[in-house]
């Protein structure tokens, strides 16, 4: 059984909130057997970001680390190839794929070295279990990484999403209500975009992804609120695991 732990992005944090989501990206891959350094390929060049946590990685020792540029559907092959080989000068990466999570291409072969290369062991989780997460907090994050990938150049780390209605219907479909929290006003113009256009289109790819994972029709309602300091309160930490000292 191969266990992914997703972690958090790592990135330079300046806030209390950001700082604990650094710390528990790299908890989460201290525990890991291998590691995976996914590199979005499709600008060409990896950022300051990126090389910080190669640095980082090539001071671990015995940790395996493989490089995988994500993306290839949206780079010529020989800018792909070019970065590979100049991110590969950096640190001894045990392998190197390039996939497109979009296309699935490269994906099967990531997957088939996987499972050669990971130590065999009894099953952690039942086999038909996609995710160790509540089913509530896993909707929420959903709709939470669709707005991160739809504003992280505006709204960073700077919002909250919680799942407060969950009703299902005699036809086997549910009903969401999910509250996106941001601590001011103007971020919540941005989220809701001109004539809500933005919220409809993030309310759109979130309900297709649950869709896909409850197996089941999903009507999803999305409200934006404003919450001052909430990134200050310790119960959002606990709900995500998330360590407030770090």
Same mark, same amino acid.
């Given at each position: ?13 300046? @806030?209390? %909130? ?8 790299? /908890? ?7 590691? &995976? ?12 970001? *990126? ?7 090539? =001071? ?22 070019? %970065? ?11 392998? =190197? ?9 490269? *994906? ?8 050669? $290369?990971?130590? @065999? ?19 929420? /994050?959903? *709709?939470? !990484? ?16 919680? =799942?407060?209605? #969950?009703?299902?219907? @005699?036809?086997?479909?549910?009903? &969401?209500? +999910? ?5 001011? !006003?103007? $971020? ?8 809500? +256009? +933005? ?16 197996? =089941?029709?999903? $009507?999803? @309602? ?7 300091? #909430? ?7 606990? &709900? #995500? ?6």
């Amino acid at each position: 059984q191969i266990v992914f732990v997703d972690t958090p992005g790592i990135f330079t944090p300046k @806030k209390r %909130l950001e700082r604990a989501i650094v710390a528990a990206a790299w /908890e989460g891959d201290a525990d890991a057997d291998l590691t &995976l350094l996914l590199v979005d390929a499709s600008r060409g060049k990896a950022n300051a970001e *990126t090389h910080a946590i190669i640095e980082k990685l090539a =001071t671990q020792k015995g940790k395996r680390v493989v490089l995988v540029l994500n993306k290839i559907d949206q780079i010529a092959a020989e800018r792909l190839l070019a %970065l590979s080989a100049k991110l590969n000068e950096t640190m001894g990466f045990v392998a =190197t794929f390039m996939i497109s999570a979009k296309t699935g291409s490269g *994906t099967k072969d990531l997957m088939g070295w996987l499972a050669n $290369h990971l130590p @065999k062991g009894p099953f952690l989780f039942p086999a038909d279990e996609i995710s160790d997460m509540p089913v509530r907090l896993l909707a929420a /994050e959903i *709709t939470r !990484e669709k707005l991160f990938h739809k504003l992280h150049d505006e709204l960073p780390y700077a919002l909250s999403v919680e =799942t407060e209605g #969950w009703e299902d219907f @005699k036809n086997g479909s549910v009903k &969401l209500d +999910q509250t996106i929290y941001v601590a001011r !006003e103007s $971020h919540k113009a941005i989220i809701l975009g001109k004539g809500g +256009q +933005q919220i409809k289109k993030i309310g759109e790819e979130a309900r297709k992804e649950l869709e896909d994972i409850l197996e =089941t029709r999903v $009507h999803l @309602k999305l409200f934006v609120k404003v919450r001052e300091n #909430w990134a200050d309160d310790p119960e959002r930490y606990r &709900l #995500w695991g998330l360590d407030p000292s770090a």
